[in-house]
């Protein structure tokens, strides 16, 4: 069908009309439109494919916009438009100019060339953070997404803001959506590929698992040495990598698909830059989840994953902000900033007997670093601040523990005396103190 021109009324099914103000985008399912509805600006998606079955997609939209969306992270269906020229539509927000498609951050460059980047790599992991617990409270009212691809999500590059859409495909978990969408090469998972199984919850976490490796290690996880023997891409080698016989670039029990140096730099370069725990999700996902889907990671492993390497990856200087790695750190060595020069003690753990179903659980205790409900209240919320390390103002080698939870601590000290904290309150940071949070306690150890 033809694109509608500006100024095009496309009447809505409940009440009122969407007036067409300019073409956006382009792709396999239909157009998107820059719309006007009741005064404010919209984003009108419309079908230009032929769907498998029209009216039970139809109905599925509109069973979505009835229960509304899983979280604030999704750009949910508003609006189903009624019929026009054979076909239909749905009206949804629109992105913010605030938020980076995900090919510009892996390209580290927009369509005009301007150079793009996370704020920070503490930005980049709440972003992951962000992305794995939208699809986590998706699955948890039982649908699936059943298309998850470096198109249909931005990232806000300096809060870590997360924005999903086309969500036209979302289904109740097992189904088989009525667009007859399947994926996109690369990030679906080989079931899918080899036509073995439909999408579901289990194909979305391998999608998942892609999109976050691309993050983290601005290449596929797929494509390596087997992927650069080829001549050219055929649709028989196509379902070979990434269907019947993919390989993990850094499976532990097969080589034949590493890395290309001087081809596959950025792989080569970052994998060996993350802490083992980090590196043994993508095996569980990868080298293993692709032969079992049971056992591949979920979205809940990776939010736990995630808030473990938010914790243990770095620390900031406190004196410039810089981000200072601490798999580079020699502990005995102490801390000194690459930008400032400033010299530190390494800090001291906050350590758990078990946190987050991981045994000899640490944080390392340096000024700035926060703690989260999921660290003092025995749950996992990993947004809500509820402590932060603080410097004396009038002795800065002294450090604590600030109180930002709003409840009572209670700290005990190497002596056997027992202090209450209150709100706004601190725990001096020394070996020996133990501490009873809200739902949870700890120790500092050297």
């Not at 709440?126 to 699955?139: I, M, T, Y």
Request: glycine residues 10%.
């Amino acid at each position: 069908m033809a694109e509608f021109t500006p100024g095009t009324k496309i009447g809505l099914t409940d009440s009122g009309h969407a007036e067409i103000v300019k073409t956006l985008g382009q792709g396999g399912q239909g157009i998107v439109y820059e719309v006007m509805v009741s005064g404010k600006p919209y984003a009108l998606k419309w079908y230009t494919c032929k769907l498998k079955d029209a009216k039970t997609f139809r109905a599925t939209i509109q069973d979505n916009i009835k229960n509304g969306p899983p979280c604030d992270k999704f750009l949910w269906p508003l609006y189903l438009t009624e019929e026009k020229a054979g076909s239909f539509g749905y009206i949804m927000d629109l992105f913010s100019s605030d938020y980076t498609d995900f090919p510009a951050i892996l390209n580290a460059k927009d369509k005009n060339g301007n150079r793009v980047s996370f704020k920070s790599t503490e930005i980049m992991i709440l972003a992951a953070l962000n992305l794995v617990n939208a699809f986590r409270e998706l699955h948890r009212q039982g649908l699936s997404y059943q298309d998850l691809n470096d198109g249909n999500f931005r990232i806000n590059l300096k809060t870590g803001d997360v924005l999903i859409c086309d969500n036209d495909n979302v289904t109740p978990d097992g189904d088989m959506n009525s667009g007859g969408v399947g994926g996109k090469p690369g990030y679906m998972a080989p079931e899918i590929v080899t036509g073995k199984a439909h999408p579901s919850e289990r194909t979305d976490c391998h999608s998942l698992a892609v999109v976050l490796f691309k993050l983290f290690f601005r290449h596929s996880p797929l494509q390596g040495a087997e992927y650069e023997r080829l001549p050219c891409m055929t649709e028989k080698k196509e379902l070979e990598l990434f269907g019947t016989k993919p390989v993990f670039i850094y499976d532990p029990d097969d080589e034949s698909n590493r890395p290309v140096a001087g081809v596959h730099n950025n792989a080569i370069k970052l994998w060996p830059l993350f802490p083992p725990f980090f590196q043994e999700a993508f095996i569980r996902a990868f080298a293993q989840g692709m032969k079992n889907p049971q056992i591949r990671e979920t979205d809940n492993e990776w939010q736990k994953v995630l808030v473990r390497l938010r914790d243990t990856l770095f620390v900031n200087c406190p004196s410039c902000g810089r981000e200072i790695p601490l798999t580079k750190i020699d502990k005995t060595a102490g801390i000194k900033c690459g930008g400032c020069n400033s010299a530190y003690s390494y800090p001291r753990l906050l350590t758990y007997a078990s946190l987050l179903n991981v045994k000899d659980y640490y944080v390392p205790l340096f000024p700035g670093k926060k703690l989260y409900a999921c660290h003092t209240n025995s749950n996992d919320d990993y947004s809500a601040i509820t402590g932060e390390v603080v410097m004396n103002k009038n002795n800065p080698t002294l450090w604590g523990i600030k109180n930002l939870s709003g409840d009572t601590w209670k700290m005990t000290a190497p002596d056997g005396v027992a202090k209450d904290i209150p709100p706004n309150g601190a725990i001096p940071i020394g070996a020996g103190v133990t501490v009873q949070f809200t739902g949870t306690g700890g120790s500092i150890a050297e």
